[in-house]
């Protein structure tokens, strides 16, 4: 996720004063982003200082690791912070009072990115810490818009929120296409056909969302000819109760993040 959001920051252009560091442990990590304009890519394995230099020279720090690993590498770099740093959390489950307490007295913003953030197309929730000013706002948006959307939300229960929907909905939209996949086959398609007419099908449909910008039941009743064969597919979905389902399917993930922030 990390290296998406520093591709994202180089295929935009973005101007970052003095450049950007990135850590990783592995030689291997580091040389995938080594060659990237304007970045400085450490490897760990060959200089176990690296945190502390890339942090120290940071206005902007990202933390990009595994949410167990934040309190650790927090306790490396704090040290090194400058004092109008800006400390960004990507990780999942760890509540912004956690870093703050770490942190000092810097800035503090909790993100919740989504995978589509790799394809420049993703939905980032951010939300403030208690000494983040608007400005520190400002320039964390600006870091998530380069690989898609961002919305400010309130706190971790913001945050929460957020990862129901953007955060946690690719895998609510690819478990879709593989149950559409399950239908083309039942339609007598093979395996390779019903794939492509499924995933093109839905792909499609979310380029012509896009490029109308009409809501998506006008789109509906325009594929939707009275007494029509999608009238009767939609009014066996319709008894799905879809809108129910996705409620119960965002409050299960809801409670689970509020759990997770427990630790447990
Ligand atoms: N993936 C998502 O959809 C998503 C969405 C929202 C939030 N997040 C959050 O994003 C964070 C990262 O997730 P991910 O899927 O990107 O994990 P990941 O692929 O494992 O990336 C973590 C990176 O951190 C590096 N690293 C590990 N320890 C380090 C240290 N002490 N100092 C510097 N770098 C270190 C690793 O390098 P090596 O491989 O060389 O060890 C690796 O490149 C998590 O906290 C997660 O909750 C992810």
Known sequence: MGGAIVRGLVANGI???????????????AASLAGLDGVTSIALESEPDGNARAASSARVVVLGVKPYMIAALLDEIAPHLADDAIVVSLAAGIPLAQIEEKAGARAVVRSMPNTPSTVGRGVTGIAAGSRASGDDMAIVRRLFETVGSAVEVDGDDGIDAISTISGSGPAYFFLLVEKFIDAARHQGFDAETARLLAEQTFIGAARLLEAEGEDPAEL???????KGTTEKAVEVL???????????????????????????
């Open 220 to 226: 509906r009743r325009r594929v939707t000819s009275p």
């Open 238 to 264: 319709q008894r799905a109760d879809l809108a129910s389902m996705f409620s119960a399917a965002t409050d299960a993930a809801y409670a689970r993040a509020k759990e997770l922030a427990t630790g447990a």
């Open 15 to 29: 101007p970052v004063d003095g450049g950007i560091f990135v850590t990783n442990r592995s030689e291997a990590k």
